[in-house]
Nanobody
Framework: QVQLVESGGGLVQAGGSLRLSCDAS????????MGWFRQAPGKERGYVAA????????YYANSVKGRFTISRDNAKNTVYLQMNSLKPEDTAVYYC?????????????????WGQGTQVTVSS
């Protein structure tokens, strides 16, 4: 089993930055693809970014491309999401997820483990 704990969320003004962290425990995630998803009030959980087991492949949703960067430090068992140029429409609960496979994927149902989420609120 893998436990995931997100941190780094908060309230920020539009145009600001936040860095989310996802700390994994229970077992090493160095052979797992990882993803970030988000869910705004009244909306379904949506894909944000994903990264392969070694960080060599990354994918981004069009809405965040060029503003967000996903990365990982396997030695620390941690995944990050650097969010720049934040917009009010980025407001959501952000979730980290782990997939028992090396290749990243955009589909939430393909991920095996989920964190509890961290709230990100961007004010205009």
């Amino acid at each position: 089993q893998v436990q995931l704990v997100e941190s780094g969320g908060g309230l920020v003004q539009a145009g600001g930055s936040l860095r989310l962290s996802c700390d994994a425990s229970g077992r090493t995630i160095n052979s797992y693809a990882m993803g970030w998803f988000r869910q705004a009030p009244g909306k379904e959980r949506g894909y944000v970014a994903a990264i392969s087991w070694d960080g060599g492949v990354t994918y981004y949703a069009n809405s965040v491309k060029g503003r967000f960067t996903i990365s990982r430090d396997n030695a620390k068992n941690t995944v990050y999401l650097q969010m720049n140029s934040l917009k009010p429409e980025d407001t959501a609960v952000y979730y980290c997820a782990a997939r028992r496979a090396m290749a990243p994927i955009r589909t939430a149902s393909e991920y095996d483990y989920w964190g509890q989420g961290t709230q990100v609120t961007v004010s205009s």
